[in-house]
C-alpha cells in the first residue's frame, strides 16, 4: 500500500477495526449479562430451599439450558472476533470468496438487526478463490452493508449473492451501492475492485478481477 | 409501603426473564418490554417508580426511548444499562434526562439501591408537584 492511499486507510481501517470490536465486545457482553442473571436466579432459588422452600428441577433445567446456550453464543461470537483480528495478519493472501463474505455477513449481523434488517447470504457460490487483502474487503463489505441497511427494502431484508463471471467475482447486495468518498475510491482501487449499480436501485455489485498479477504474488 | 414499581425494557427475553425475577424475589412489581415502541405504550397507561432502560435495541434506542419518555412523563426515573461505559453515550443519556446508568453484567443489590433512589426522587418530584397545584388553586380562589 503507497503512503498517500495509508493515510486515508489507515485511521479508517483502525476506526472500522475499533468499531467491529466494539459491536462484538457488546454481544459478548449481553451473554455475560445473562448468564450472570440466570446465576443470581439460581442463588436466589438456594437461598430459598435453605428457608424451606421446595427446589423446582424443572426451574433449575431451564437455568442451566440458558446458560448452555449464552455459552455457546458467545463462544460463537468469540470465534468471530478472533477470525476478524486474524484478517489483519497478511496484507494479500488467497481467501474463499463465500466463506469471507459469509464472516463479514456474520459481523454485521447484529448492527443489521438493531435497525430491523435481516441480512442473507443468500447464494454464496464455492471455489473461487482470489487472492485479495481479506481486512480491506471485509471493510468495503460492511461499508455496503451499512449503506444498504440505511434504505432497506420495503420487507426490510437484505440478500447477499457471491457468483462467478467470466475472469471476475461478484458480490451482489440489495439495495443502492455506497455513496463515493476518499475510503471507498482508495478502498476500490487498493482491492482493483470497482461498484456498479441497476439503474433503479435494486441491486449493486462489486466486482472483483479473478487474474492475479505478478506484483500481487510477490507482494 | 407499597411495592415499588418498576418497567424493565430489554430485546433479550433471557435477560428479560431471569431479572424481572430476580426483581419479584425482591418485592418489585415489574413489568416487561421488548423495545421502545413498547415501553412508550406502557407509561401512558401506568406509572411507575423507575424504567431500567436498555441502551442498545432494535428499532428505537435506549437513547430515543429516554428522550420520548422524558418528553412525555418528565417526573418518571430512568436507569439506563449498558453493555459498554461509553463516557460520550453517557453524557448524552444524563443530559437528555436520565437518572442513573448501570453497566451489564448488572449487580442486583447496586440496581436495587437505584431503584430506591429513583423512587424517592419521583415521590419528592410528585409532591412538589401537589404542592404547587394546591398553591395554584388556594392562590386562584384567593383563599
Known amino acids: 500500500m503507497n503512503e498517500i492511499r495509508w493515510k486515508t486507510l489507515g485511521p479508517e ?3 472500522f477495526f475499533g468499531k467491529v470490536c466494539a459491536d462484538l ?40 439450558r440458558a446458560v448452555a446456550g449464552h455459552v455457546e453464543r458467545a463462544n460463537k ?47 454464496l457460490q464455492q471455489g473461487i478463490n482470489i487472492r485479495t487483502n481479506p481486512f480491506l474487503l471485509q471493510q468495503l463489505l460492511l461499508i455496503c452493508f451499512e449503506h444498504a441497511s440505511a434504505r432497506p427494502s420495503p420487507d426490510s431484508t437484505m440478500s447477499v449473492v457471491v457468483e ?12 443502492s451501492g455506497p455513496d463515493a468518498s476518499p475510503v471507498l475510491d482508495e478502498l476500490l482501487d487498493e482491492l482493483e475492485a470497482g461498484i456498479t449499480g441497476d439503474a433503479d436501485g435494486t441491486w449493486f455489485r462489486i466486482r472483483i478481477p479473478l487474474k492475479v498479477d505478478a506484483e500481487h504474488v510477490s507482494a | 409501603m407499597s411495592k415499588e414499581k418498576v418497567l424493565l425494557v430489554d430485546d433479550e427475553m433471557d435477560f428479560l426473564d431471569a431479572l424481572s425475577e ?100 419521583k415521590m419528592l418530584i410528585v409532591e412538589k408537584k401537589s404542592e404547587e397545584r394546591i398553591k395554584e388553586i388556594l392562590e386562584a380562589h384567593g383563599w
Open chain 1, 13 to 15: 481501517g483502525l476506526r
Open chain 1, 25 to 64: 465486545s457488546h454481544e459478548i457482553k449481553n451473554s455475560l449479562a445473562t448468564i450472570n442473571e440466570q446465576n443470581g436466579l439460581l442463588d436466589d432459588f438456594l437461598t430459598m430451599a435453605e428457608q424451606g422452600a421446595p427446589l423446582d428441577p424443572v426451574r433449575i433445567h431451564k437455568i442451566t
Open chain 1, 77 to 123: 461470537v468469540v470465534n468471530k472476533l478472533n477470525r476478524f483480528a486474524h484478517s489483519v495478519d497478511h496484507s494479500r493472501r488467497q481467501v474463499e470468496l463465500d466463506v469471507l463474505v459469509r464472516q463479514a455477513c456474520e459481523l454485521y449481523e447484529r448492527p443489521a438487526a438493531i435497525k430491523g434488517v435481516v441480512l442473507t447470504p443468500e447464494s
Open chain 1, 164 to 175: 462467478r463471471t467470466p475472469g471476475h467475482a461478484l458480490i451482489s447486495m440489495t439495495g
Open chain 2, 22 to 121: 430476580r426483581l419479584r424475589n425482591r418485592d418489585v412489581e415489574v413489568t416487561t418490554a421488548t423495545n421502545g415502541s413498547r415501553a412508550l405504550e406502557l407509561i401512558r397507561d401506568e406509572s411507575y417508580d423507575a424504567i431500567i432502560l436498555d441502551m442498545m435495541m432494535p428499532g428505537m434506542d435506549g437513547l430515543e426511548t429516554l428522550k420520548a419518555i422524558k418528553a412525555d412523563r418528565p417526573e418518571l426515573q430512568i436507569i439506563l444499562l449498558t453493555g459498554h461505559a461509553s463516557v460520550d453515550k453517557g453524557i448524552e443519556a444524563m443530559k437528555s434526562g436520565a437518572r442513573d446508568f448501570i453497566e451489564k453484567p448488572a449487580d442486583i443489590k447496586a440496581l436495587m439501591d437505584k431503584i430506591h433512589d429513583a423512587r424517592d426522587k
